[in-house]
């Protein structure tokens, strides 16, 4: 069974930095991509970021604030949040796909992690 287990969020001030944790059981950690996505208060889900072979692409709101990293030996996604925006309050959400389904919808997700960045 595929489990991806979000931690991490927390009440920050604007300005603070976050690191959230998606580790990962059930699957071939090595051969998922792993992306961040947020879905804020009345707010579509978005997507956050994606990190796969080196390659990273972010989200224009976050590019330059956020740095996302894994590490196969932990079955861990992380995302680094700095300079939070209160723009960036959001539930945060890691998901996982398999590397060869390009342009598939992700297929397992996590329950999310709540960021709250106060003004």
């Known amino acids: 069974q595929v489990q991806l287990v979000e931690s991490g969020g927390g009440l920050v001030q604007a300005g603070g930095s976050l690191r959230l944790s998606c580790e990962a059981s059930?699957?071939?950690?090595?051969?998922?991509?792993i992306a961040w996505f947020r879905r804020a208060p009345g707010k579509e889900r978005e997507f956050v970021a994606v990190?796969?072979?080196?390659?990273?692409n972010y989200a224009d709101s976050v590019k330059g604030r956020t740095t996302i990293s894994r590490d196969n030996a932990k079955n861990t996604t992380y995302l680094q949040m700095d300079s939070l925006k209160p723009e960036d309050t959001a539930v945060y959400y890691c998901?996982?796909?398999?590397?060869?389904?390009?342009?598939?919808?992700?297929?397992?997700w996590g329950q999310g992690t709540q960021v709250t960045v106060s003004s």
């Open positions: 998901a996982a796909r398999h590397f060869t389904k390009t342009g598939r919808p992700w297929d397992y």
């Open positions: 990190l796969w072979s080196g390659t990273t």
């Open positions: 059930g699957l071939s950690f090595s051969s998922f991509k």
